[in-house]
């Protein structure tokens, strides 16, 4: 069966600092793969997506950059955090079946940016 | 400009009784929507779904109700538990590799 890993679960970092988060998913191939951020009393927030190795797609312009080095590897980067960069990110992946799937979500990465 | 909408972030709901979550959407292209459940500090976990060919869609305590001509599909809970309290997010696409989210609907189910 197909499982998806967020690692840390849980990040304090200070404003200014960077930052990098890492996604895997392990049990199939090629895969599609997102980064998504819920804020505070907010929905989900497309940020980043992938259908292969070193596309990446980017949907909100920020400070924030991804890179897909390996086919089930997604990571999120930013040189410098600010303090709005705050909230939950979830990683997820879907396979397209027939043109459409599902996606499912990692745990997510809570992170706080004091 | 949101192209998918939950218009309720709150609902609450008797244990036994039926949970009705709404979400509207704009975009007469999306083929096939979604229903997800959150727990805080959790990622979402996939419910269940429907494509644009069907209005109706079943699975055990669940049925996802799709009306394209007004744009509106509804997730039914019936009967709902204390343990289905969370938020739920109704989701879009048209075929493509986006999702669009609703901003979700915090279901609290009393026992």
């Known amino acids: 069966s197909q499982t998806i890993h967020q690692w840390p679960a849980t990040l304090v970092q200070p404003v200014g600092s960077p930052l990098s988060l890492e996604c895997t998913v392990e049990?199939?191939?090629?895969?599609?793969l997102y980064w998504y951020r819920q804020a505070a009393g907010r929905g989900l927030q497309l940020l980043f997506y992938?259908?292969?190795?070193?596309?990446i797609s980017s949907e909100v312009p920020q400070n924030l950059s991804a890179s897909r080095p390996q086919d089930r590897q997604f990571i999120l980067s930013s040189k410098k955090l600010l303090l709005s960069d705050s909230g939950f990110y979830l990683c997820?992946?879907?396979?397209?079946?027939?043109?459409?799937?599902?996606?499912?979500f990692g745990p997510g990465t809570r992170l706080l940016v004091l | 400009d949101q192209q998918v909408k939950q218009n309720s972030p709150s609902l609450s709901v008797q244990e036994g009784r039926i949970s009705i979550l709404n979400c509207d959407y704009t975009?007469?292209?999306?083929?096939?929507f979604l229903w997800y459940k959150k727990y805080p500090a959790e990622g979402p976990t996939f419910l269940i779904s429907?494509?644009?060919?069907?209005d109706k869609n079943e699975d055990g305590r669940f049925t996802v109700f799709l009306n394209k001509s007004a744009k509106h599909l509804s997730l039914h809970i019936v009967p709902s538990q204390p343990g289905d309290s969370a938020v739920y997010f109704c989701?879009?696409?048209?075929?493509?590799?986006?999702?669009?989210f609703g901003t979700g609907t915090r279901l609290k189910v009393l026992a």
């Open positions: 997820a992946w879907s396979v397209l079946g027939g043109g459409v799937g599902t996606q499912y």
């Open positions: 049990g199939t191939s090629n895969p599609n």
């Open positions: 992938s259908v292969g190795i070193g596309q």
């Open positions: 975009n007469s292209m999306f083929d096939y």
């Open positions: 429907i494509s644009s060919i069907k």
């Open positions: 989701a879009a696409t048209r075929g493509t590799y986006k999702y669009i």
